[in-house]
């Protein structure tokens, strides 16, 4: 601060000097002037000369004291001028930081603003997309409405062209009606005057009719009411004859077709599938590295057989065959996870009872997690995606369920392709034909804890977990527990036959098969005029001979219906099974 006020001050005595100089040449210059043309005086020239040496001397003088002052002025700047310079630069670092800070947020403030700007500008360009088309739909508008309004006018104008004709119609009308009228008035006349004639010979007639009916009833003997009662009575016997005759060619005519119609598509659906054959099995057999290891299974004094027969609730047999175990169990799910378990223990080869526990219970969980991914694997195979995961578990447990030898599991995923294809055959909801086929048995998975039909108990499942009342009712109704009254139940049930009656789906026992054959035979001998009956074709077909004298054609027909109605309610059969009743007579003579 004190350097710069030093230098102010030279700088106003630099200035005052120069003012003093100013003025003297301004002095000299006016008397110069004044001297006029001949120039200064000897007298002027020393004046000026002198006036010139003072103010050099004057300018000498300031000068010096400048520089004294000047000189002592820049020691004390010095100092002052590195402290200043060390702030100027500390000053400047920080302007420069703070400098760089905002160049920073004005470029993202210029980044934001751009963006700001682009949006407007795409915005402005929407807007004025949209008031362009705005303005062409107005222009649209405004066109339509005038071609609108040019044509209420032309149709006012029809209109009302067509009122004035309408109006001089009607005119020429009521003249014409007039006229008829007139005519009608003429006539009415004559009509009344024909109709006295006609009553008159219609009284003569009346009288000829009566003596005709009196002269007919004397020759025939037989009044008018009985003669027509005679006549109803023929005719009515003819009607009922041609009626019964109509009925039994339409009967006859509709089921040919239906026939035809059925076996087309169940040969088309039993042509589309190829499943394979089950066969009945009720021991798993187990291979063995050597026959030494069934002494390590039995255990010491039989330890471990008795505790993995206890664990798992399967029968363990160990007989002369080399190098094998049979595992027998009615429980298919029992005998599957006792069988995982004992072949992990033969590889791991530590058995003994606390390790047979851990095993099983290994098993039972990747028995859960096959029987849960089997039952993913057929909804994705049928086509079925939002089943109840409660009714998905259900139906995993029926991988290891058989009936009659047939896996359970696999005849629902059969049944369901042939609900398919006939549902697609017969134009029929695909989707829900094929839902009931495939959860009719799901009742199956819990026959062992709940008491019932598997139909009933399936049905409550499905309803519980959500299941349409079609598909309820398809369950419900497949083994006519309830009697069906929907499309899609009659299409459960031939879809369970169908997958249940093919050749290999099936097998029973030597014994359950003789006795359904022997209670097949006797159901159907015990009804009255039958004389022979035979059980064919595996128990598919029931051929019943009948006495043509006992049993008439009718009967016949009603005698089949009997004979399978009580076949249906009292037997328990895969598929289904054809009732033929023959009846037949025989004239015999011997010639001699």
Do not use: W
Not at 284 to 300: C, Y
């Amino acid at each position: 601060m004190n350097s710069m006020v030093g230098f102010l001050v030279v700088g106003a005595l630099l200035v005052v000097v120069l003012i003093a100089i100013a003025v003297l040449a301004v002095i000299l210059l006016r008397r110069y002037r004044a001297a006029g043309p001949e120039g200064p005086t000897p007298a002027q020239l020393e004046e000026i000369a002198r006036l010139r040496a003072e103010a050099q001397q004057e300018v000498d003088a300031l000068r010096a004291r400048a520089l004294e002052e000047a000189h002592g002025l820049r020691a004390d700047g010095q100092a002052e001028a590195d402290a200043a310079r060390a702030h100027a630069a500390r000053l400047r670092a920080e302007a420069e930081t703070y400098q760089r800070t905002l160049r920073e947020e004005a470029d993202s403030y210029d980044q934001s603003i751009r963006s700001a700007v682009d949006d407007l500008r795409q915005k402005a360009q929407a807007a004025l997309l949209q008031a362009e088309a705005a303005q062409l739909e107005g222009d649209r508008l405004r066109g339509e409405a005038a071609s609108f309004s040019q044509s209420q006018h032309d149709e006012i104008r029809e209109i009302r062209l067509s009122q004035e004709r309408r109006e001089h119609r009607l005119t020429e009308r009521e003249e014409r009606l007039d006229r008829d009228g007139a005519e009608l008035e003429r006539r009415r006349g004559e009509a009344e005057a024909q109709r006295q004639e006609l009553g008159t010979r219609e009284a003569a007639v009346s009288a000829a009719e009566a003596d005709r009916r009196a002269a007919l009833e004397r020759i025939a003997g037989l009044s008018a009411e009985q003669a027509r009662e005679e006549v109803l009575a023929v005719a009515q016997q003819d009607s009922k004859r041609q009626a019964a005759i109509i009925a039994r060619d339409i009967e006859s005519e509709a089921r040919r077709h239906a026939e035809v119609k059925a076996q087309a598509v169940i040969v088309e659906a039993i042509q589309r599938l190829a499943p394979e054959q089950t066969a009945e099995s009720v021991v798993s057999t187990v291979d063995l590295p050597s026959d030494e290891m069934k002494g390590r299974i039995i255990g010491r004094e039989g330890r471990n057989i008795r505790s993995f027969e206890q664990i798992t609730g399967v029968n363990v047999l160990i007989d002369d065959t080399p190098e094998t175990v049979l595992l027998s169990c009615f429980d298919p799910v029992r005998r599957e996870t006792a069988r995982l378990a004992l072949t992990e223990l033969i590889a791991d080869g530590r058995i003994h009872p606390a390790r047979i526990e851990q095993v099983y219970e290994r098993s039972q969980r990747r028995i859960a997690d096959r029987c849960q991914q089997a039952a993913e694997d057929a909804l994705l195979e049928v086509g079925i995606h939002d089943l109840h995961p409660e009714l998905v578990t259900l139906m995993g447990r029926l991988r290891y369920r058989t009936s009659y030898g047939q896996n359970v599991l696999k005849h629902l995923v059969e049944c369901a392709n042939i609900a398919g294809v006939m549902a697609a055959e017969l134009k029929l909801d695909v989707a829900s034909c094929k839902r009931g086929a495939f959860l009719h048995d799901i009742g199956k998975a819990l026959t062992h804890e709940v008491q019932g039909p598997h139909a009933v108990i399936g049905a409550d499942l499905a309803r519980k977990y959500g299941e349409s009342e079609d598909v309820v009712h398809a369950i419900e109704a497949h083994h006519n527990d309830v009697e069906p009254h929907s499309v899609e139940a009659v299409l459960t049930q031939a879809c369970d036959a169908v997958s249940g009656g093919r050749p290999g789906a099936r097998r029973e026992s030597l014994e359950s098969y003789v006795q359904r054959l022997e209670r097949l035979e006797a159901l159907a001998a015990a009804h009255e005029g039958v004389s022979k009956v035979f059980a064919m074709q595996a128990g598919r077909e029931v051929r019943v001979m009948v006495e043509p004298g006992a049993v008439d054609d009718i009967g016949a027909q009603v005698l089949a219906r009997d004979i399978a109605k009580q076949v249906e309610e009292e037997l328990t059969y895969p598929g289904q099974i054809r009732v033929t009743v023959v009846r037949e007579s025989r004239a015999t003579e011997v010639a001699r």
